[in-house]
Nanobody, 121 residues
Framework: QVQLVESGGGLVQAGGSLRLSCAAS????????MGWYRQAPGKQRDLVAT???????NYADAVKGRFTITRDNAKNTVYLQMNSLQPEETAVYYC???????????????WGQGTQITVSS
């Protein structure tokens, strides 16, 4: 079994910053791509940013220049630094990772439990 545990959400004023963390644990042999997604009430879950093991990154246009995704491969952890947050970015933020498991040497996609970010105006 593999778990993704997120931390760092909360309430912030418009223009403020937050940093999210997500750590993969359990039967983790290796972690491939990791990423962050967000889902606002009544809307679909959208990509925010992804990062490869070699630190190649991809961002949604809406967050380019304000959000930075990084990872620590030794800790199987991905981070999302979010600056200049706006009220419309209020959502539940989810971590995602492609994990190679000890049990059967297969990659599977896992999701974190989600962390609420509320940006007040």
């Amino acid at each position: 079994q593999v778990q993704l545990v997120e931390s760092g959400g909360g309430l912030v004023q418009a223009g403020g910053s937050l940093r999210l963390s997500c750590a993969a644990s359990g039967r983790v042999l290796r972690v491939n791509a990791m990423g962050w997604y967000r889902q606002a009430p009544g809307k679909q879950r959208d990509l925010v940013a992804t990062i490869s093991p070699g630190d190649n990154t991809n961002y949604a246009d809406a967050v380019k220049g304000r959000f930075t995704i990084t990872r620590d491969n030794a800790k199987n952890t991905v981070y999302l630094q979010m600056n200049s947050l706006q009220p419309e970015e209020t959502a539940v933020y989810y971590c995602n990772a492609d994990v190679l498991e000890f049990s059967d040497w297969k990659f599977r996609a896992y999701w974190g439990q989600g962390t609420q970010i509320t940006v007040s105006s």
